[in-house]
Each structure stands twice: as C-alpha cells, then as structure tokens.
C-alpha cells in the first residue's frame, strides 16, 4: 500500500519539511495542513507547504489515509482528541515527536482502536515555523519509527517506504529504548548547551559582555542549539524526563571524573578521554552525519543542525 492523502497537522519545521519533500518526491500525492495559528497557517499557504491549507484539523483529516501530528510532545494528545471524530477508520496515524512512549500513550488514548506507528526523524535546526521548512531536511538523515505490539505490518511496511521516499534511513526501534537513546544523543546536549548559554548570560556583568563578544565557535555552536524551539523543548524534557535524569546523573559523575583530573592535574586521564571522544567525532563524519568542514556543512540545507 501507498498513501495518496497525507494530513499534517502542525506546519512549522517538520511539517512544513514534510510538505514540501512529498510534494518533490512524492507528487502523485495531495496534502491537507492545519496549524492552531492563524499566521502559520497564512505563511504555509503563501509557501505551498501542502496541496491544501484547512481551517479546522477536521478538515484537514477528513478524508487522509496518513495522518502525521507534528505538534509540542506536550500538545500531541490534545490534538489527536481534535481530530478523533473526523478521522477516518483505517486511516494511519503517526507523529514527528522525539518522546516516544508518551507520544504514544497520548495518542492511543486520544485514538483508541485506530492504527498509531510513532516515528522521530532525527532531522532538524535551531529554526521554527513555517519559513524554516525545505524538502531536502531528511535526505541520508535517520527515521527511527516505533511500532507497537502487535502492529498492522502492511501500514508499518507503507510509513517505512514513506520516509524512505523522503530520502531518510529507517530503523526500526523499540519505544522506550528510543527514549533512552535520544536521551544521550539529543536532549542531554540540548540541556547543557541551554545550561551553559544561561550561565554565560548570567556572567555578561561581570565580564563586561565580553564572553558574547569574544565567543569562540565552542560556545557558538551551544547557542546555536540553545536557539531551538523553547516550547517543543519543554515538553520534550518533561515527557521523557526519567530517562533525561538518568542520562543526567551519568554526566554528571564522569564531568565530577574529569573535574578530579583537572584538579589533581593527570594529564593522562584527559589525553584518553579527549582522544576517545575525537575517534567519535571522526565516526559520525564517517557515517556521513555531519561535514568535516569548519562550519560543519551548516552553509548548505543538509538538515544538521539542532533541534532533532
């Protein structure tokens, strides 16, 4: 099976990235789009984001036979309840979402005995909205999609050849591992980098703003992704916050190893640990990840930024 009406509800970066990669590599296909703001909504049909921009979620759903949330973690359930009488019976629902357990707790309570395959597309920038959309934003990047037990294998084979057709690598993963896995790879560094940023702030005074005015690219490429969406942050941290803890307490014990290190001054400890983390860099290059050009590629639509 293949879907020929795709409804996306939410039309800022991923929606707005989906619409316009089906509408490239996809084009026998029609999309419908909603989004809660009126000016979003304005913007996507100035863009073209989708073949159709609706004025209720309704609408937009009526007649889909996939249906992609790509709203807040925190807003998931409250939009699927919008849509539950108007969704048709054998439609596909799915999501964008980086929480997957909550994300799909939400949505099979506010859908029950419709057909939910979650997914994350581990794709993003710092930016937002509806301008910051583009179709290349999933080509090479990786679509984890989270089924559940027991699963329909035919829509799950359907929204696997779906991101694929976008120009993503799919993997197929449990839930509650993806959440722990994220936890390390995305939402710890998106908390340090909005740690750090703060504290730097918090320090302009006593520098005499010297720290924004003298910042090296270590501490640019943290305000880079502490420029990311504030909401969809949020509510990424609150709904997998046991896992972000758990991360959490892990770096915090061996950032107390390296403080030690410091302290007593072995220079051998942090030769290991900085070479260790050098050959992770050199892989990620490796599996074409990111670009090994100064600006990391970041000059070019390559969908590497932050905010996945």
Not at 56 to 64: D, I, K, L
Not at 135 to 144: E, K, T, V
Not at 249 to 272: K, N, P, T
Request: hydrophobic letters at 45%; aromatic letters at 6%; one cysteine or more.
């Amino acid at each position: 099976m293949s879907f020929n009406r795709i409804a996306i509800i939410g039309l800022g970066l991923l929606g707005g990235s989906i619409g316009l990669a089906v509408r490239e590599y996809l084009p026998d296909s029609v999309t419908t789009g909603f989004d809660s703001d009126p000016q979003t909504r304005k913007r996507a049909a100035e863009r073209g984001l989708v073949t159709t921009v609706c004025e209720t979620a309704a609408e937009a759903v009526a007649n889909a036979d996939l249906v992609i949330f790509c709203v807040p973690p925190g807003a998931m359930g409250r939009a699927a309840a919008d849509v539950a009488d108007a969704l048709p019976a054998d439609a596909l629902v799915s999501d964008v979402g980086s929480c997957k357990v909550s994300i799909a707790e939400a949505l099979g309570k506010a859908l029950p005995g419709h057909t939910v395959i979650p997914a994350h597309p581990v794709a993003g920038t710092e930016n937002s909205g509806p301008d910051a959309g583009f179709a290349s934003l999933f080509r090479n990047r990786w679509c984890i999609v989270t089924p559940p037990e027991p699963t329909d294998l035919l829509k799950l084979t359907a929204l696997v050849e779906f991101w694929e057709a976008l120009g993503a690598n799919v993997e197929i993963m449990d839930a509650e591992h993806h959440d722990l896995v994220l936890a390390v790879t995305s939402h710890l560094p998106h908390l340090i980098a909005y740690t750090i940023v703060g504290t730097a702030s918090d320090l302009e005074d006593v520098t005499q703003s010297e720290v924004i005015k003298y910042s090296a690219g270590g501490f640019r490429d943290f305000t880079r992704i502490a420029a990311s969406d504030p909401t969809m942050w949020r509510d990424v941290f609150l709904s997998n916050k046991d896992a972000v803890l758990t991360m959490l307490q892990r770096f915090s014990e061996d950032l107390s190893a390296l403080q030690r290190a410091i302290r007593v001054g072995d220079g051998d400890a942090l030769f290991e640990q900085f070479s260790h983390t050098r050959a992770i860099r050199r892989s990620i290059i490796e599996e074409g990840q990111d670009d090994a050009r100064p600006d990391f590629g970041r000059g070019d639509h390559d969908g590497s930024a932050a905010g996945d």
